[in-house]
C-alpha cells in the first residue's frame, strides 16, 4: 500500500495497444491523492484506455505504471490494483434481467462490499422507489447510469475512473454524480474523469490534462 | 472460492429464472431434435438382437442412447453459449474481472449453474425419449450416475471453451466447433454406459462411467487452474 504522500497514479512513457493499435503511445502522467483530474481530447485519443488502464484492465507494452503502488504492467499488479478502484466505462455492467436491486446487490456481494449500504444508495441515486423493482432492460439510459453509480457507491473505491459519466443522464443527475464524486473525494478519494461535457466537467475538476494522439500533454 | 462460486451460480440461475430461455428455447429444441430423430429413422425398422437369431427389436429402441445423448449436447451448447452471452455484453466481463472475484469460483459457479440447467433438461429429454422410443431401464442407479457424471462433465469442458471465446467476436460459431469434438468422448462413453443402464448388463456399463467420471474431474481441475488465464485474455 502507497504513503498518503505517495502518488496515486504514476505513468511513465506507457504503451498499451488495442489489437496492433498504440491506444496509449508513449503517456506520461501523476496524479496524487485527492485530486479530480479531467482528462480531455477528441474521439480516439486514448482516454478510454487510460482509464482501463488504470483500472488495471489494460496491458501496459512498454514503459512503467504504477496505480495505488501497484506494478499494474505485470498481471499480478493488474489483479491486485483492481479491488481498490470503480470504473464507469461506456458499458453500465449490468444484467438486463435482473431488477435493479438486484443487479446493485450482485455486484455489491461481488465486489466485496456491505449490503447494508445498498438501500441508502439507491435512494441516494434516485432509483430506490418504485424502480427498484424494475429490469434493467426497462431503464432509460439515465436510469441505467444512476444504476451503475449506485454500484459504484456501494463499492466505495478509493481511485473513481469515471468515462462520460454525464452523457445521457439529466440536469439533476449530472448535479448528483459531481456531488458524489465530490463526497468521495472529500473521504480520501481520487478521481480521474474523461468528458467531453468541459463547461460541466471543469467544474468538477482540479486539474485538466490533454490526452491527444496516445500522449498526455 | 464457494462463496464466490455460490454467488455465480444464484446470479445466473437467477438470470434463467427471469428470462425463462431454458424453458422457451433450450427445452422445446432439445425435444424438437429428439422428433427429428424418430422421423429420421422409421419407428418400424427392426433389427435382430444382439445374440438372438430370431427375436427381433425396434432400431429405434436400440439407439436411443445415443440419440438422447447427441440431442443432449446440442442442447447444451445453447445453454452454455447463453451462459457466456450474458457476460459479453456492456462490461459485465470487465466488471467481473474488477471484483476480484476468484476466478476458480466464477469458473465453479458458471459450471455449476449449467450443470443444474442441464439435469432440467435431461429430465424432460429423458422422459421425451421413453415416449418417443420406448425404451426400457435395467439399472436405474447406474442411469443416474453416468446421466450426472456426463453432465458434469460437458457442463465444465463447455464452460471452459466458453471461456476460451468470450471475448471473440465469432465467439457464437466457434464454440460449437470448439467443443463437439471434445465432447465426443463424452458421446461415446454416455452412450455406451447409458445403453448398459437400459438394455442390461450393468457390468459393461462401469468401465465407461469410469472413463466419464476421469473426463469430468480433468475438465473441473483444468477450469479451475486455467479460467483466471482465459478470463484475462478473454
Known sequence: MPAVSDPVVLLSQAVSLLGRFPALAGADLRVDPGEVVLLQGPNGAGKSTLLRLCAGLAAVQSGTAEVMGFDVATRAGRRSVRRHVGLLGHGSALYDDLTVEQNVRFWTAANGGESAGVDAALERLGIGGRLRTVSVRNLSAGQRKRTAMAVMVCRRPRLWLLDEPHAGLDQAGRDLIDALVGQAVDQGATAIVASHELDRAAGLATRVVQVVGGHVA | ?234
Open chain 2, 1 to 234: 472460492m464457494w462463496r464466490d462460486a455460490r454467488l455465480i451460480a444464484a446470479k445466473d440461475l437467477r438470470v434463467e429464472w427471469v428470462s425463462r430461455v431454458l424453458t422457451t428455447q433450450v427445452v422445446p429444441f432439445g425435444l424438437l431434435v429428439l422428433i427429428l430423430f424418430g422421423f429420421g429413422i422409421s419407428p418400424d425398422l427392426q433389427t435382430f438382437e444382439p445374440g438372438e437369431a430370431t427375436s427381433k427389436v425396434a432400431v429405434l429402441e436400440q439407439v436411443a442412447p445415443g440419440l438422447f445423448w447427441l440431442a443432449v449436447l446440442f442442447s447444451a451448447l445453447l445453454a452454455i453459449g447463453r451462459s457466456f452471452a450474458i457476460e459479453a455484453v456492456d462490461g459485465n466481463l470487465d466488471a467481473l474481472r474488477l471484483a476480484g472475484l476468484d476466478p476458480a469460483g466464477i469458473f465453479l459457479g458458471k459450471a455449476g449453474a449449467v450443470l443444474v440447467e442441464l439435469l432440467l433438461l435431461e429430465v424432460v429429454l429423458g422422459f421425451g425419449s421413453f415416449v418417443l422410443y420406448g425404451a426400457p431401464l435395467d439399472n436405474a442407479v447406474l442411469l443416474v450416475t453416468v446421466v450426472v457424471s456426463a453432465t458434469v462433465g460437458i457442463a465444465s469442458a463447455g464452460t471452459l471453451y466458453a471461456a476460451l471465446a468470450a471475448g471473440l467476436r465469432v465467439r457464437d460459431t466457434l464454440v460449437p466447433l470448439l467443443l463437439l469434438p471434445v465432447l465426443a468422448p463424452v458421446l461415446l462413453g454416455a452412450s455406451l454406459a447409458t445403453e448398459a443402464a437400459l438394455f442390461g448388463p450393468a457390468s459393461d456399463g462401469w468401465p465407461w462411467l469410469a472413463a466419464l467420471g476421469a473426463f469430468a474431474v480433468l475438465y473441473l481441475g483444468a477450469g479451475i487452474l486455467a479460467f483466471g488465464s482465459l478470463l484475462e485474455d478473454s
